[in-house]
C-alpha cells in the first residue's frame, strides 16, 4: 500500500502562487509516474500535470501549461505543484496521485493511469 498526503492549499488572490506538496509513504520503491489533479465544484476530475519518476518527463494540461510546473524529490518521494498567475477558474480540489504500474504515456493524463490518491487539498483563487 501507498499513502499520498498533500499539503499547500489555501486562499490567494488572481495573479498570486501557491506550491502544492505531495508526499508518498508505504510501497514507494515501484514508482512510474506521478500526477495532479483537480474538481471544482460540479465539474468532472481533470488532469493538470503529471512527470514520470525514473526519467522526470512532464506532461501539462493545455489551461495551466506556462503557469504551472510540476518537479519531484525522488529522495523524499515527493511531488511538487508550483502555480503561478492563479486565476479564478483555478480554483478546485487539487488531488495527487500515484501510478505504481508501466502503463505507457498514454495514461498519464487520465485518472485510470494511477493506482493510489490522496484526499485532495482545497485551492480557491479570488477574483
Known amino acids: 500500500q501507498v499513502q499520498l498526503v498533500e499539503s499547500g492549499g489555501g486562499l490567494v488572490q488572481a495573479g498570486g502562487s501557491l506550491r502544492l506538496s505531495c508526499a508518498a509513504s508505504?510501497?514507494?520503491?515501484?514508482?512510474?509516474?506521478m500526477g495532479w489533479f483537480r474538481q471544482a465544484p460540479g465539474k468532472e476530475r481533470e488532469f493538470v500535470a503529471a512527470?514520470?519518476?525514473?526519467?522526470?518527463?512532464?506532461y501539462y494540461a493545455d489551461s495551466v501549461k506556462g503557469r504551472f510546473t510540476i518537479s519531484r524529490d525522488n529522495a523524499k518521494n515527493t511531488v511538487y505543484l508550483q502555480m503561478n498567475s492563479l486565476k479564478p477558474e483555478d480554483t478546485a480540489v487539487y488531488y495527487c496521485a500515484l501510478g505504481d504500474k508501466y502503463r505507457g504515456s498514454y495514461y498519464y493524463r487520465r485518472a485510470t493511469g494511477y493506482d493510489y490518491w490522496g484526499q485532495g487539498t482545497q485551492v480557491t483563487v479570488s477574483s
Open positions: 508505504g510501497r514507494t520503491f515501484s514508482i512510474y509516474v
Open positions: 512527470i514520470t519518476w525514473s526519467l522526470g518527463s512532464t
